[in-house]
């Protein structure tokens, strides 16, 4: 029920102050019957997994910051499907229950970067994101944002509102055996790679 409140507020919300453009539909609707898939998207914005979730239309896990589940709403984010994550020390745990979501027919949001970009631009992707995708075998659906940044950027303390945002969905990426066999920082280095040139290869709007 939570989600199903979280996606209908925030839909509401981006298409009264954002007017909110989805690109991309049929992508979409290609991996919807994928069973485990793994999102991956640029991040500019405090609002790019909202404007991801809802845009994609359906249920799917986020990650977010460990210390977010000890504050005051800790007991919401389980409900919203998070995944808590240690950005300062890294450990498996967090990995291992991505992975398992993700044999087990789930799909994931996953930001490559590791990071909200300062000015906007694509950073490069982390390995951490090469590993995933080697464990658990599945492909990778591409997403690029356009507007958010302008709306929310990183260090801003209140959102811009009528802003136009752009979400582009863009065609599902397959990895072939020998690339998922992909071992040590660069193996998975160049599963990083290749997902971030797919999210920069989807032109943004004219």
Known sequence: MMHFLGYWICWIGFRLFYRIRIEGRE???????RGGLLLAAN???????????TSYGRKIFYLARKTLFEGT?????????AIPVDQERPDFTSLKRIVKELRSGEQVLIFPEGERSMEGGILPGQPGVGLVI???GVPVLPVRVTGAYEAFPRGQKWPSPFRRITVRFGEIIEFSEEELAAKGRDG???????VMDAIGAIPEPG
């Open 43 to 53: 991040h500019t914005s405090y609002f790019d997994p909202p404007l991801v979730g």
């Open 188 to 194: 998975y280095q160049n599963l990083a790679d290749r």
């Open 27 to 33: 992508n979409i609707l290609a991996a919807k019957d």
């Open 134 to 136: 080697a464990k658990a």
């Open 73 to 81: 709403f800790s007991w919401l984010l389980p409900k919203l499907n």
